[in-house]
């Protein structure tokens, strides 16, 4: 079965390229995100997919300190700043979860 291949979400001027879609870097603390775009290397791609960060997951930014600590899937995942801005998002009502 062929995979389908997520539309490119780009960063125009420092500005986020679609109304609703921004790097999960910039999203608040208590935010209910879903995942549109992951904008890494293959092989970190597939280590997030396989950490449940793939395209349309819904996760939840619960604190943004030297690290980003994300709700997925039950369970509480660290990322850095830089893998946070790859991480293409698009926000959600808190009430989703």
């Known amino acids: 079965m062929k ?4 539309p490119d979400y780009v960063l125009l ?3 986020c390229a679609g109304p609703e879609v921004c790097p999960l870097s910039r999203v608040k603390a ?3 995100v879903c995942i549109k775009q992951l904008s890494t290397s293959p092989g970190v791609t597939e280590r997030l997919r396989e950490m449940g960060f793939c395209e349309e ?3 939840k930014l619960l604190a943004r300190q030297s690290s980003f600590i994300c709700q997925v ?3 509480r995942l660290g990322i850095s700043r830089k ?3 790859k991480i ?3 926000a959600l009502p808190a009430s989703v979860c």
């Open 3 to 6: 995979r389908k291949t997520p």
């Open 13 to 15: 001027e420092g500005k």
């Open 30 to 32: 208590g935010s209910v």
């Open 57 to 59: 997951q819904e996760i």
């Open 73 to 75: 899937c039950n369970a």
């Open 83 to 85: 893998l946070a801005d």
């Open 88 to 90: 293409m998002v698009e």
